[in-house]
């Protein structure tokens, strides 16, 4: 079973200030994906990676920056967290050989902008 | 518009009975598409993928897909407690990144 580590499980963040979600992949999948879970939403892809040194936006990326600086980690970045930003965010990693990719998620890591 | 809509927003049934979960995308570029199941406190977990028309079967679970209609369907027969959780469709495509629905929450009664 492929295994996506996410640091730190819970943050708390004051408005303003600059935050940083780790993601970890041991699975060596050339696939990254961040995504952010809310009510009503369901699940919106934030940024993604190809491979090492390449970051794509997905569906909602303002206000969020992403770093793949090797093939194992996956960074997300709020320069300026605001409150509309509290969410629970998810990692995930797939096979880019597979045509149907499964994707392989973190446990999330909560986050609230005070 | 949401281009995967699922339905019902959520679902109770009785331990050994039969749930049924919907989908419909509105986007004709999907070619397949996941079921995404969540335990509450965890990551979404894949269940099954379908991407020819007619029925899939992995035990309990049977997918159904209608290529002409873009709808989807999840029926999980005999349902354990360990089932309740959150389940969500998302279509994709070559090229494309999975799109996610908004999800289905199952509670079943034990």
């Known amino acids: 079973e492929a295994a996506v580590t996410q640091s730190p499980r819970n943050k708390v963040a004051v408005t303003g200030g600059k935050v940083t979600l780790s993601c970890n992949q041991t699975n060596n999948h050339n696939n990254m994906y961040w995504y952010r879970q809310d009510t009503g939403h369901g699940l919106r892809l934030i940024h993604y990676s190809y491979g090492a040194g390449s970051t794509e936006k997905g569906d909602i990326p303002d206000g969020y920056k992403a770093s793949r600086p090797s093939q194992e980690n996956f960074s997300l970045i709020l320069e300026l967290a605001t409150p509309s930003q509290t969410s629970v965010y998810f990692c995930a990693s797939g096979d880019a050989g597979q045509n149907n990719e499964r994707l392989f998620f973190g446990h999330g890591t909560k986050l609230s902008v005070l | 518009q949401q281009k995967v809509q699922q339905s019902p927003e959520s679902l109770s049934v009785p331990e050994g009975g039969m749930a049924s979960l919907n989908c419909t995308s509105s986007?004709?570029?999907?070619?397949y598409f996941w079921w995404y199941r969540q335990h509450s406190g965890e990551g979404p977990k894949a269940l099954m993928s379908i991407f020819s028309d007619g029925d899939k079967k992995e035990g309990r679970f049977t997918a159904h897909l209608n290529k002409a209609s873009l709808h989807v369907s999840l029926h999980i027969r005999d349902s354990q407690p360990s089932d309740s959780a959150l389940y969500f469709c998302a279509g994709g495509n070559m090229g494309y990144k999975l799109t996610f629905g908004t999800g289905t929450s199952l509670l079943v009664d034990p």
């Open positions: 986007d004709r570029n999907f070619q």
